[in-house]
Structures are given as C-alpha cells and as structure tokens.
C-alpha cells in the first residue's frame, strides 16, 4: 500500500533538517524528534525500576512496566526488552512510552535494559549487558513478579538484533529457557545487500548510510568475519531457537532480512510468525502520536 500519508509528510519536513555534526548530537536529536512522535501516555499497571550485575561489576539499570489492570501480586508473564538505536543511541527514558503501550498490548511485564552502547562499549559489550540482564531476572524472578517459565525477549532494530542474538546465546550457553522472540524490524546483517536496502536506501527516515554508520560503531572494521552473534542472519544453525514473532516494515531497508530470517528459521523447524506492516517505515514503534496507523505494530504485537 502507499506510504502512510502522514509518513510522508514528517519525512518530506525532515529532509530538509541540516545533518547531526557529532554523535553527541545525533544522540540528542533522535532523542528529542523521536519523543515528539510518541503521543499521549498510556494507562500503566505501574513502572519500578531496578538492576542486575553485570560480570565487570557494572549495575544494569531494568525498568519494568505493568499493564495496566493486572492483578496486583501475581506473577506474569514477562518480557526482556532491547531497545533500538543502532547500537550506539536510545535510552529507557525514549522507549518509556512505547514499552509501556507494549506492556499493556501483550499482558506482559517490559523489562526494558539499559544497556551500555557503542562506541563507548563496543559489541560484544551491549549483547552482554542484555544476555547478563536476562539471566538475573530468572534468577531473582520472584522479586521482579514475574513467571520464569513464560519469559520472552524481545527488541527493536539493533534492539531486535540484540534480542535474536540472545535467544541463540540462551541455546548455546544453556542458559535460561525463552518462551518467544519479538524481533520488530531488526537489524540481522552487515551485508546491506538487500533488494530493500537499494530500494529504500534514502528518504524514508532510516538510510543506508546511517545503518553503515551504526554498524561500524557497533562492530568496527568491515573486513571483520561474520559472527553469529553479532549478525544472527547469518548463524549456521538456528533450530532449538524459540518460537518468533517478526515484523517488517513496508518502507524499510531492513525489511528484506527480517523476512530472510524468519524464512530461515521455519526451514529450521522453528515456529514463526511473520508479518509486514502496511506503509510503515522504521522505527514506527515511535509514531503513535504521528499517525494513528503506527497502533497496527501494537495490534499485531499483541
């Protein structure tokens, strides 16, 4: 279908910003626009805040968000949530709104991770902060008030690459066991060599050239060899992974390895839902109060 019109709107008055000079800026920009794109609030089963260890020492802040209505006291399902932002922007303050309206589409508790970014922390360091977060949520499952035996990830873009690459180090460590994967329209490859990539390379809000960029600080030089967990596109194996729900975007450079990966993942045996969502561009998971079309990632999430 066409691109959503109010899309295209922000996109044609967006083009004509000048470009961030610095990633500090570019931190405070996407901050500041993507938070304009959230709309109102929704209703919450109440939001508290807490931490893990991670193995350097470091405390990863968690913060935790009820659906609004659930019953007070009893275990839920949850849910460990990456944020996007390209490995290297993105907060739990940006995603309070949108972790919130997925708290209350799916019935889980969010548990949204502060994980450290790039370049100040390159990978394997924000894989680990999530891997580390999911496992000391398991085991403290009873001060968090939630079930450990219906535990999802889940995550967007980088954040959903961070989520993919969890589920595999979850089978390969034997670490904690994961009901689902929510992968919304996730980075999976450096390749950039999709039909998607070229055809939406520029003007429809993430570009080509900004996902190089982000990769670059995630993992550095790009002659380095594929690894699996920094690129699960590309893991050799993918049985024994938990059932995944996947969404693409319409206008997306992302979209065509999205679709790849829950194509592989079928063919490995793996339960898989995939949908693309109509008009939509990336990062669509901020622009309810943009359009109201962007509530169909909720409604499918859910």
């Known amino acids: 279908m066409p691109l959503d019109p109010q899309i295209a709107r922000f996109l044609a008055e967006a083009a004509q910003a000048p470009a961030p000079a610095s990633l500090s800026e570019m931190r405070e920009v996407a901050h500041a626009g993507l938070l304009a794109l959230q709309g109102e609030a929704e209703a919450s089963g109440g939001v508290r805040d807490g931490w893990v260890t991670a193995d350097d020492g470091r405390a990863i802040a968690i913060r935790a968000y009820t659906p609004g209505g659930a019953t007070p006291g009893e275990p839920l399902p949850a849910m460990l949530y990456a944020h996007g932002g390209g490995w290297c922007l993105g907060s739990l303050a940006l995603y309070d709104r949108p972790c919130q309206a997925l708290a209350n589409a799916t019935g889980r508790v969010i548990l949204s991770v502060d994980y450290r970014l790039a370049p100040e922390y390159p990978y394997p360091r924000p894989l680990e902060d999530v891997y580390q977060a999911l496992c000391g949520v398991v085991e403290r499952a009873d001060e968090w008030g939630v079930d450990v035996a219906r535990m999802a990830v889940g995550g967007d873009s980088a954040g959903g690459n961070l989520a993919a690459a969890v589920a595999l180090l979850a089978r390969d460590r034997k670490g904690p066991q994961i009901e689902h994967q929510l992968l919304l329209y996730p980075a999976l490859s450096r390749a ?16 080509r050239e900004v996902m190089a960029f982000c990769w670059n600080t995630y993992l550095g030089e790009a ?80």
Do not use: N, W
């Open 192 to 207: 950039m060599d999709t039909a998607s990539y070229k055809e939406y390379a520029q003007g429809y809000y993430l570009t």
């Open 223 to 302: 002659d380095k060899p594929q690894d699996p967990y920094a690129e699960p596109l590309h893991a050799p194996m993918l049985q024994r992974l938990p059932p995944a729900t996947i969404l693409s975007c319409e206008y997306d450079p992302l979209r065509d390895e999205a679709e790849l990966y829950a194509k592989r993942l079928q063919e490995a045996g793996v339960a898989v839902r995939c949908e693309r969502l109509p008009g939509m561009v990336h990062a669509c998971i901020h622009m309810l109060g943009l359009t109201p079309a962007a509530r169909v990632l909720f409604d499918k999430v859910g």
